[in-house]
């Protein structure tokens, strides 16, 4: 089983920048982000595998986000600039623990950008 903690999150005012981290119980292959705004289903935002590579962004977080991987914590960290108000939701951190593994959840944090 893996479990996942998120940290983060709460109201900024557009431009600006959140950090989002979650760490995991064991050692993921692949931690990411999605996101989910009420009504709609989840969308990628970003991943990442824990060797470091292969950092993956939707279109729309391209230059803004930043995600990194902690091996020595299992802890994955998205680092948010530029927030907008279209940023605002309910951001979910999901991991695998290898490539054709089921998704593990956290609970999600919200974030909110105001105008």
């Known amino acids: 089983q893996l479990q996942l903690v998120e940290s983060g999150g709460g109201l900024v005012q557009a431009g600006g920048p959140l950090k989002l981290s979650c760490t995991a119980s064991?050692?993921?292959?692949?931690m990411g982000w999605l996101r989910q705004t009420p009504g709609k289903e989840r969308d990628f935002a970003a991943s990442?595998?824990?060797?470091?590579?292969?950092?993956t962004y939707t279109d729309s977080a391209k230059g803004r986000f930043t995600i990194s991987a902690d091996n020595a914590n299992n802890t994955v960290i998205l680092q948010m600039n530029s927030l907008k108000p279209k940023d605002t939701a309910t951001y979910y951190c999901?991991?695998?623990?290898?490539?054709?593994?089921?998704?593990?959840w956290g609970q999600g944090t919200q974030i909110t950008v105001s105008s």
């Open positions: 064991v050692r993921p292959y692949i």
């Open positions: 990442i595998r824990m060797s470091g590579s292969g950092a």
């Open positions: 999901v991991a695998k623990l290898g490539p054709y593994d089921d998704d593990y």
